[in-house]
């Protein structure tokens, strides 16, 4: 047991009585003999033993002694405001529109860019289909990160045009299909993206994205940092043309994919699909999902994601199917590209799929 091994260290420099392990009766939570348990301890080390150490008794309110207000929400209260009003007023009073050379030291700072190098590939699983070559690898990003991949190459020889897919379940349906024009496909799942259910089908990967803000480390950032390592590792291969290598992103991994384009003019298209279409927009409104996923600290302060876009200048970035923040398609303006739908939903939707395929491949 951890408490046991604990020990055991501290047993090494004379300091076995400076840790104690207790057990309270009950479920999850401090009942009084636990927390008198603990209030002791304190005492002991933070006022040199000095205090009393029970549990001052309190009296406990009803529900209906704690309404304050008539209803007993406060936001039914004549001029309240709720939260997320509030954090909008703030940020409307401290915005500032930054440059696009700010913008490009921001991508720096948040460790998107790479060196170039050829990561180290392993190999787990080989297998030949018609028309291609496809692999299941796995490739460091950074020490210590392993990324999970599938390479579908030509079998035909010389240089190709290549394809970097982490379109969810795009990748699915196109992998193949675009591996069959004679182009080298990597499909490319960025640290920690997996599709999961964990039942908070709001927050995302909260955990994940919370312990790296609380050690300076932006996983948006370093997700888009993990795709220009697939890029890098087309740039490395023999039979990639490296002036011809497009993306494609689906949903939130769209953004993680428009800061690699930002970021890096190596990749010269990209294509996202059902991606939100701003990172303000999110900050109208009371509920959103995977905004987790997608924030990055501070810089909504500054920068919206049609920002990233001018950063790819005159590489063209083909946006279908914008979404808000509740994974609805939002009709805001020409710039951005809707499905038409007509007859059975599913095969006019894969037929439109990859005509957008074919167009990022132009």
């Avoid at 919206?304 to 009709?331: H, S």
Wanted: with cysteine.
């Amino acid at each position: 047991m951890m408490y046991e091994e604990a020990r055991r260290c501290y047993r090494l420099y004379g300091a076995e009585d400076r840790i104690e392990f207790f057990v309270g009766p009950g479920p999850h939570g401090t009942p009084r003999v636990s927390r008198e348990a603990l209030y002791k301890w304190l005492i002991r080390w933070l006022k040199d033993g000095q205090g009393d150490f029970q549990d001052v008794p309190v009296r406990i309110y009803s529900n209906h002694e704690l309404t304050v207000t008539k209803t007993g929400r406060v936001e039914e209260e004549p001029g309240s405001r709720k939260v997320y009003q509030l954090i909008l007023d703030s940020l409307k009073a401290k915005r500032s529109p930054g440059t696009g050379l700010e913008l490009r030291a921001e991508l720096r700072s948040l460790g998107v860019s790479t060196d170039g190098s050829a990561p180290r590939v392993k190999v787990l699983e080989e297998a030949t289909r018609e028309g291609f070559q496809y692999r299941h690898i796995q490739f460091e990003s950074e020490p210590g990160i392993e990324l999970d991949a599938r390479l579908y190459v030509p079998r035909s020889s010389g240089r190709h045009p290549a394809v970097l897919l982490v379109a969810g379940k795009l990748s699915e349906l196109l992998a193949g299909k675009i591996a069959e024009t004679g182009r080298v496909v990597l499909v490319l799942e960025p640290r920690h993206s997996p599709s999961y259910d964990d039942r908070r089908p709001y927050v995302g990967d909260w955990l994940a994205n919370t312990r790296a803000d609380q050690i300076g480390v932006s996983l948006p950032g370093r997700r888009a940092h993990d795709i220009l390592r697939g890029v890098d590792l087309l740039c490395s291969r023999e039979d990639v043309d490296p002036a011809s290598i497009r993306a494609a992103g689906q949903g939130i991994k769209g953004i993680w994919l428009l800061l690699a384009g930002a970021a890096d003019p190596r990749i010269q298209k990209i294509w996202l699909d059902r991606t939100p279409y701003s990172l303000f927009e999110a900050l109208q409104n009371t509920l959103n999902t995977s905004l987790y996923d997608a924030a990055i600290p501070g810089f909504a302060l500054h920068w919206d994601l049609e920002d990233l876009v001018k950063l790819m200048v005159d590489r063209p970035v083909i946006w279908t199917d914008p979404t808000n923040w509740m994974g609805r398609v939002a009709f805001v303006g020409p710039r951005f590209r809707y499905r038409w739908v007509l007859g059975d939903l599913t095969d006019q939707s894969d037929a439109q799929d990859i005509e957008y395929a074919r167009e990022l491949m132009k």
